[in-house]
């Protein structure tokens, strides 16, 4: 089994509101990601976790915050969004974060509008 | 800097056979991966090459040329289905993925 998922799978906020996203996979994995996909573009990557502990934070704007509870869950809390940050956001998760052949399994994403 | 290589956009016929060719410039390289991706849906993994030559599977098979930094997956019997874009992307020395715009494949019948 390969399944990561996400919820919300639509989420329609405006600018002053605060919402989470949630991911979750039961594979084991001790990596996960979240990445943000504009339309033709390729996944940009946010944020990265290794054994719970956050690894790599691409200069992501503090409006936009992880969180890794436990090995299966991934949040991330969005709060004071702008237009601009309208996309899809995918989580994705791997066995290790340097294991070199390790494969990045994606969520279904969650489609995010700000107004 | 990195850089990764696709075609914008192929077209191909139902039943035929069609070649996404990737080439990089990474520093680093720890393995090319194969991504299909249907609009509005996660991207669904393929392939991994990490060694030089052929991976067959099924339909598919990506082919890896390290010294040369090129990538080609390999489509047959192309069905309606296989209508997505393809992103190559390659793992580089600090294990993060460098990902390529992605070829948005057409299938006409």
């Known amino acids: 089994d390969t399944e990561v998922t996400q919820t919300p799978k639509h989420l329609v906020m405006g600018m002053t509101n605060k919402k989470s996203l949630k991911c979750e996979q039961h594979?084991?994995?001790?990596?996960m990601y979240w990445y943000k996909q504009k339309a033709k573009k390729p996944p940009e990557l946010m944020f990265v976790?290794?054994?719970?502990?956050?690894?790599i934070n691409e200069s992501v704007p503090s409006r936009f915050s992880p969180e890794c509870p436990n090995s299966s869950l991934l949040n991330l809390h969005l709060h004071a969004l702008q237009p601009e940050d309208s996309a899809l956001y995918l989580c994705?998760?791997?066995?290790?974060?340097?294991?070199?052949?390790?494969?990045?399994?994606f969520g279904p994403g969650t489609r995010l509008t700000v107004l | 800097g990195q850089n990764i290589d696709q075609p914008t956009e192929m077209t191909a016929t139902e039943g035929a056979i069609v070649q996404i060719n990737c080439t990089y410039q990474t520093s680093g390289f720890n393995g090319l991966f194969w991504y299909q991706q249907h609009a509005g849906e996660a991207p669904t993994f393929l392939s991994y090459n990490v060694l030089d030559g052929l991976e067959e599977k099924g339909r598919f098979s990506s082919f890896l040329s390290r010294s040369k930094g090129y990538s080609y997956l390999l489509l047959k019997e192309l069905q309606m289905k296989d209508s997505a874009s393809y992103l190559c992307a390659v793992m580089d020395s600090n294990y993060q993925l460098i990902w390529g715009a992605g070829t948005k494949l057409i299938i006409k019948p």
């Open positions: 594979m084991g994995h001790r990596a």
């Open positions: 994705a998760s791997s066995q290790e974060l340097a294991g070199g052949a390790d494969t990045q399994y």
């Open positions: 976790y290794s054994y719970e502990k956050l690894s």
